[in-house]
C-alpha cells in the first residue's frame, strides 16, 4: 500500500500541518514531516483537508434501478470527496430484507471506492404497510442502522410509531421523508406564486411540516430517535428548532440544492429542477441555510438520486423527481455556506462527515483527523473554479441542476482506507470492471 | 415598431403594441372571411401540423380551419397514450414531424410548458404555437375573447373597423369559475391587463390557486358583489371541469346546485348587469351548471361569435408567425 506525505494542508480548525498516511491509517501529524521513503508526496499548500465525507441519502438504483450502479455511484462519491454513502432502499427488488441490503453491502466493498452502508426500508416493499424484516436487516453483514420508505413518506401514524419503538432495540434511525400524501397528490412544485402561474400543481409547505410536526411528538412519546430527510422550509425548521429545545431525539438534513436553488428555476418547465420536496422560495432557502449554520440542521445530505436521459427530457409532469449532487455537494456548500461567512470548515466537517456518521452509527468514518485514525479523508481546493460539465461527471447520470454553472471549489483527492480513490482530481482506477 | 413573433407559448409573451397587432392583423383576416372567396394565398407551401394530445375538436378544427384558408399543408397528429410510460415520447414524436418538413406545430397538451419544451428543446427549427398546455397557458383563447370584446366596444362607441388599433383600456372584465384549473382564465388575466382592461376574478376560495394575489387581476368571492362593485363590460363563465371536482378531499364545492347559487350566470343576475354587458364562456358549456341556457342563449351572449373570431384570430397567430411579418398582410 503507498504512503502518502500530505504536505501543508489546511485542517478544519485552520491550522496548517503535514499528514502522513500509511498502512490505512492516518500515521502523523506534525508542522513538518520529513519525506520517508517511498512515499508519494502531496503538495496541499492552499488545500483544505477534510475527513472523508459521509453522505446519509444516497440513490445508487443497485439493483435492478437505471441511471446509476453502485460502482458508478461510488466513483463519483468518491470524486466529490465522499468515504462513505448511504444506499437508498428503493431499488429493485426493494431493500426491505438481508439478502438484499448484504448484496449491496458486497457490490460496495466489491467496487471499493466507498463505505457503502445500505439503508433498510421500514415497511415491505415500501408499501407502508407493514414493517419489513427490521432486525434481520440490523442483525445482517451490512448491519443497517439507518431505515427509510424514503421517496414514500411513512404516512401511516401507527406504524410510525412501531418503527420509531422497534429500532430502539438495535439503537437504529427512522430518517423520514415528510410528505402528507394527500396534499401533495399530483403535486409538481412548490406551492406558491410560482406555481400559481406556471400552472403546475402545487406541492404545499405545510405537507412536509405537518409530518415533521407529527414525527417530533411520536418520537417524544414513544423515546426514539427520529432523522428527517430533506428538509426543505422554514416552518420545518421552526418545528425542529422547538422540538430540539424539548430535548427530543431529532435530526435533519439539508440538500445542496436546497441551499442553493429556489422554484424560480422551474420557470423554463426544464425537468432537471423536478425534485422531491420541491426547490422552495427564496425565504425557505435563507431558513434552511440559517438553520444549518446554526446546528438546528444537523446535516448536509445530497439526497444523489441518477435518473437516465430520457426521464427527464419530457414534459416536466412526466419526469423523473430528483437530481444527482455527490461531484457538486461539497462546491456547493463551500459558496453557500463558508464564504457566505456562515460556517467555517470545522462546521463543514461537522455536517458533512462527523455529525452523518454518527447519525448512522458508522464507526471508523467521519470522526476528526487524528494519528491514529482511519485513512479516510480528503482535500479539497477552495481557490479552484470548473463549471459542471455534466457529460464529464462520473455518475451515469446527467441531471445536474448546476450543469453550466461555475463551481466554487473541486476535490482533488480522496482517501478511502489509505487508498488514493481520487488522485489530483483524477479518479484512481481500483481494477472493478464495470458490471 | 414592434418585435416580430418567433414563437406563441404564453399571452405574456405580448406587450401591449403586439398584442394589438395580432388584434388588428385578426380583423383583416375576419374581412377576408366575409367576402365569397374566403381563401388566401398566404402560406401556400408552408406546412401547419396540429398535435393534439389532449381532446379539444373545437380548438383543432379551428386551427385547421385557420390554416387551411391560409392555403397551408394541415397535418393533424393525435397521439394515443400520451400518459407517462405509454407510447412515443413527445421527443422522439416532434423529431418526427421535423422530418416532414413542419414549418409550425399548433401542440395541446395536459402538461404544462410542453409548449415551452418544444420551443427550447432544440429538436425541431419549427414555429411552436401553444393551443392550451395543462393549467398554464391558451394565448390564442385570450387573443380571441380580447378580439371579441374589441369589436364590440369599438361598435357600441359607433367606431369602424372592429376598433382597429385600439385596446382594452378602461374595460372591466369578470372571469367566473375554476380559476384554479384554468389555463384560459390563466391567459385572460394576462392579456386583458396587458391592453389595458381591468380584471376581477370570481371563485370560492378552493378554486383559486395559493399566490393569485401576485397576479394583476382583483379577486373576490361573490359573483354578486364583483357585478354591483365593477359594472362590468363582459363576464366570462369558465367551464367546471366535473372530473376534477370529486377528487381528494371530497370535491372543491360541496355540489352542484351550490355551485350554481353561488356562482352560476343566471337571468337574475344578468338583470343586475347593464343591458349592453356581454355574455362570454369558451366552452365547450355545462348548461345548468355555471350558465343558464337562458344567459347562455340570450341576446348578450357572444358564445357563437367567438368560435367565429377564433378562426380570424388563428388565422393572425399562423400568418405572424410564420411569416415573421408584423402587422396585416398587405
Ligand atoms: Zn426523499
Avoid at chain 1, 453557500?336 to 460556517?343: D, E, H, Q
Amino acid at each position: 500500500m503507498t504512503s502518502y506525505l500530505i504536505k501543508n494542508a489546511q485542517l478544519p480548525t485552520g491550522e496548517h500541518q503535514d499528514l502522513l498516511l500509511d498502512n490505512g491509517s492516518i500515521h502523523a501529524i506534525n508542522p513538518h514531516i520529513p519525506p520517508p521513503k517511498h512515499a508519494h508526496t502531496i503538495d496541499a499548500d492552499g488545500l483544505i483537508a477534510l475527513p472523508g465525507l459521509v453522505d446519509l441519502h444516497t440513490h445508487l438504483r443497485e439493483p435492478g434501478g437505471h441511471g446509476e450502479t453502485v460502482l458508478t455511484g461510488s466513483r463519483a462519491a468518491a470524486a466529490g470527496g465522499f468515504t462513505c454513502v448511504h444506499a437508498m432502499a428503493n431499488t429493485f427488488p426493494v431493500q426491505d430484507r438481508a439478502g438484499v441490503v448484504d448484496q449491496v453491502h458486497a457490490l460496495g466493498e466489491r467496487a471499493g471506492y466507498v463505505e457503502v452502508r445500505p439503508v433498510g426500508a421500514v415497511s415491505e416493499g415500501l408499501e407502508g404497510e407493514k414493517l419489513a424484516g427490521l432486525a434481520a436487516m440490523a442483525r445482517s453483514a451490512a448491519a443497517v442502522r439507518v431505515f427509510s420508505d424514503d421517496g414514500h413518506c411513512v404516512f401511516d401514524p401507527v406504524l410510525m410509531r412501531r418503527a420509531l419503538e422497534y429500532t430502539k432495540a438495535f439503537d437504529a434511525v427512522v430518517a423520514q421523508h415528510a410528505q402528507e400524501p394527500r396534499l401533495t397528490e399530483g403535486s409538481l412544485m412548490h406551492e406558491g406564486v410560482v406555481s400559481a402561474e406556471l400552472g403546475l400543481t402545487g406541492w404545499p409547505a405545510v405537507a412536509e411540516e405537518s409530518i415533521i410536526a407529527r414525527d417530533v411528538l411520536l418520537a417524544e412519546h414513544v423515546g426514539s430517535r427520529l432523522h428527517v430527510c430533506h428538509v426543505s422550509t422554514r416552518g420545518s425548521v421552526e418545528i425542529l428548532r422547538w422540538a430540539k429545545s424539548r430535548g427530543i431525539d431529532v435530526t435533519a438534513e439539508v440538500t445542496p440544492h436546497h441551499l442553493l436553488l429556489t422554484d424560480e428555476c422551474a420557470r423554463g418547465y426544464d425537468p432537471v429542477f423536478k425534485v422531491n420536496p420541491p426547490l422552495r422560495s427564496d425565504d425557505d432557502v435563507a431558513a434552511v441555510r440559517e438553520a444549518l449554520a446554526e446546528g438546528v440542521i444537523d446535516i448536509v445530505a445530497t439526497d444523489h438520486a441518477p435518473h437516465p436521459t430520457e426521464a427527464k427530457e419530457c414534459e416536466w409532469a412526466h419526469a423523473a423527481f430528483g437530481m444527482v449532487g455527490l461531484e457538486t455537494a461539497l462546491p456547493i456548500v463551500h459558496e453557500v455556506m463558508v464564504t457566505s461567512g456562515l460556517m467555517t470548515w470545522a462546521d463543514v466537517a461537522r455536517t458533512m462527515a462527523e455529525l452523518p456518521a454518527r447519525i448512522g452509527r458508522v464507526t471508523g468514518q467521519g470522526a476528526g483527523l487524528a494519528p491514529g485514525g482511519p485513512a479516510n479523508l480528503t482535500l479539497f481546493d477552495p481557490a479552484a473554479r470548473w463549471v459542471v460539465d455534466p457529460t464529464r461527471l462520473a455518475t451515469a447520470s446527467q441531471n445536474s441542476p448546476v450543469r453550466g454553472r461555475e463551481m466554487q471549489g473541486k476535490t482533488l483527492w480522496t482517501f478511502f482506507r489509505g487508498v488514493a480513490t481520487l488522485a489530483d482530481g483524477e479518479l484512481v482506477d481500483l481494477g472493478e470492471e464495470p458490471s | 415598431m414592434t418585435a416580430v413573433l418567433t414563437h406563441l407559448l404564453s399571452a405574456r409573451d405580448l406587450d401591449r403594441s403586439q398584442a394589438v397587432a395580432v388584434l388588428d392583423t385578426a380583423a383583416h383576416m375576419a374581412e377576408t372571411q366575409s367576402r365569397e372567396i374566403k381563401k388566401l394565398p398566404t402560406l401556400r407551401g408552408r406546412t401547419v401540423v396540429n398535435l393534439f394530445y389532449e381532446d379539444s375538436t373545437r380548438t383543432r378544427i379551428s386551427f385547421e380551419t385557420a390554416a387551411k384558408r391560409l392555403s397551408a399543408d394541415v397535418l393533424s397528429f393525435a397521439p394515443k397514450g400520451s400518459s407517462v410510460s405509454k407510447g412515443e415520447s413527445l421527443k422522439d414524436t416532434v423529431l418526427t414531424l421535423g422530418a416532414m418538413g413542419a414549418d409550425a406545430i399548433v401542440i395541446r397538451h395536459q402538461a404544462s410548458g410542453a409548449a415551452h419544451l418544444l420551443a427550447h428543446s432544440g429538436w425541431t427549427e419549427a414555429r411552436i404555437i401553444n393551443a392550451g398546455d395543462g393549467l398554464h397557458q391558451h394565448p390564442t383563447q385570450a387573443l380571441l375573447d380580447a378580439f371579441t370584446l374589441r369589436r364590440h366596444r369599438a361598435h357600441a362607441k359607433g367606431m369602424e373597423g372592429d376598433g382597429l388599433g385600439s385596446d382594452l383600456e378602461g374595460a372591466r372584465v369578470v372571469i367566473v369559475g375554476d380559476v384554479l384549473h384554468s389555463r384560459v382564465a390563466r391567459a385572460n388575466v394576462d392579456l386583458l391587463t396587458t391592453l389595458g382592461a381591468e380584471v376581477t376574478l370570481v371563485a370560492p376560495p378552493t378554486l383559486l390557486p395559493v399566490g393569485v394575489e401576485t397576479w394583476s387581476a382583483r379577486t373576490t368571492y361573490s359573483l354578486d358583489e364583483a357585478i354591483e362593485e365593477t359594472d362590468p363590460d363582459a363576464v366570462m363563465m369558465l367551464r367546471v371541469q366535473l372530473e376534477r371536482m370529486s377528487r381528494a378531499g371530497g370535491g372543491f364545492f360541496p355540489s352542484h346546485a351550490e355551485y350554481q347559487r353561488e356562482y352560476g350566470l343566471d337571468t337574475k343576475r344578468l338583470g343586475r348587469m347593464r343591458p349592453d354587458a356581454l355574455v362570454m364562456h369558451p366552452g365547450p358549456m355545462n348548461r345548468g351548471l355555471e350558465i343558464t341556457s337562458a344567459a347562455a342563449d340570450g341576446q348578450r351572449s357572444v358564445v357563437v361569435e367567438q368560435v367565429a373570431n377564433g378562426v380570424a384570430v388563428r388565422m393572425a397567430v399562423l400568418y405572424l408567425v410564420l411569416t415573421g411579418a408584423e402587422g396585416g398582410p398587405s
